[in-house]
C-alpha cells in the first residue's frame, strides 16, 4: 500500500505546515498582515499546546518535513520550550520573530529542539525601526542581541527578514553588510499591501542591482525564490505578490492561531476547523 501523504489536486505534497501559535504581539508594525487572520473578532480562543503537538504528529505522519511557528508573536508563548519538547525529532523547525524577546530565550529554545529562526529586523537604524514597528529604541538593542544570541546558541541558519519599504528600501545594502559581518542570510520580502497604502518599496530595481553585483545566483524549489551570493553575503528574495510560480510551487499549509488549517495566506474562505 503506497503511504498516505498530503497532496492536492494537482498532485504538490504538502511539505510544510506554518503555524501561528499566538496572535498576540508586543510590536504594531505598520504594515502588519497578521498571517491572514482577522484577529479583530471578540472572544477568539487561542490554540493550545495539545493541538499545536497534536497537529505537528498527525502532519509528519503524512510526510510534512518542516514546521515553522509564527505569530502574533511566538515568544508571547511562555510553553514554547515544552512544546517544542514533544515534537518529532526527525522534523526541521523553525521560527519567525520579532527578537525582541529572544535574547534570553534563544539557547533553551536550541536546546528544546528548535533548528533555525527568521528574526525580522526592517531597519538598522533605531529611529526607523521604531517608526516601522512602534518598537522603542530599547527593542531594536534586544533585537540585535537576539540574532546574536541565536548564532551563539547554535541556530542554522539564522535568517533575517527585512521587508523592503519605501521608509528603509536606502538601507538594503547595509543590511546586506550586516548580513554579511554576522554569517546570517539576509531575506528581503515583497511588502503585500493589504491596505493599498503604497507604501511598498522598489524590489525590481534591488533585485537588477543584486544580478548585477552576484557572482552567483540559485532558484530554491520553495515558492522558486531566488538566492543571491554577493560578495560573501547570502541574500533571498521573497516575492509572492502576482507571482503564479509563488503559489504553483507552494508546498505548505497553514494554521491559525485559533486552531483551524487554512491553505492560503490570502483565503479566509476555506478554512477548515
Ligand atoms: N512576530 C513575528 C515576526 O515579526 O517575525 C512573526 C509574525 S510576522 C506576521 C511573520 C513575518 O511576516 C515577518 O517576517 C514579517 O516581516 C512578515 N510580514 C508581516 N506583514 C507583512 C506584509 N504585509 N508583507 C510582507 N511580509 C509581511
Known sequence: MRPMTLADPFGLKVTGLRIAITSRCNLSCLYCHHEGEDTSLPGRREISDDEIANVIWAGADLGVKRIKLTGGEPLMRADLESILER???????????????????????????????????????????????????????????????????????????????????????????????????????????????????????????????????VTRDMHRRRKYFVGGAEVEVVRPIDNTEFCANCSRLRVTSDGKLKPCLLRNDNLVD
Open 87 to 217: 515534537l518529532p525529532e526527525t522534523l526541521e523547525i523553525s521560527l519567525t520573530t520579532n527578537g525582541t524577546l529572544l535574547a534570553e530565550r534563544a539557547r533553551s529554545l536550541a536546546e528544546a529542539g528548535l533548528d533555525r529562526v527568521n528574526v525580522s529586523l526592517d531597519s538598522l537604524d533605531p529611529r526607523v525601526y521604531s517608526r516601522i514597528t512602534g518598537g522603542t529604541e530599547a527593542d531594536h538593542c534586544r533585537v540585535l542581541e537576539g540574532i546574536d544570541a541565536a548564532i551563539e546558541a547554535g541556530l542554522v541558519p539564522v535568517k533575517v527578514n527585512m521587508v523592503v519599504l519605501k521608509e528603509n528600501e536606502g538601507e538594503v545594502w547595509d543590511m546586506v553588510d550586516y548580513a554579511r559581518d554576522r554569517g546570517v542570510i539576509l531575506q528581503l520580502i515583497e511588502l503585500l499591501d493589504l491596505q493599498g497604502r503604497g507604501i511598498g518599496g522598489d524590489l525590481s530595481r534591488i533585485e537588477e542591482e543584486l544580478e548585477g553585483r552576484a557572482e552567483r545566483i
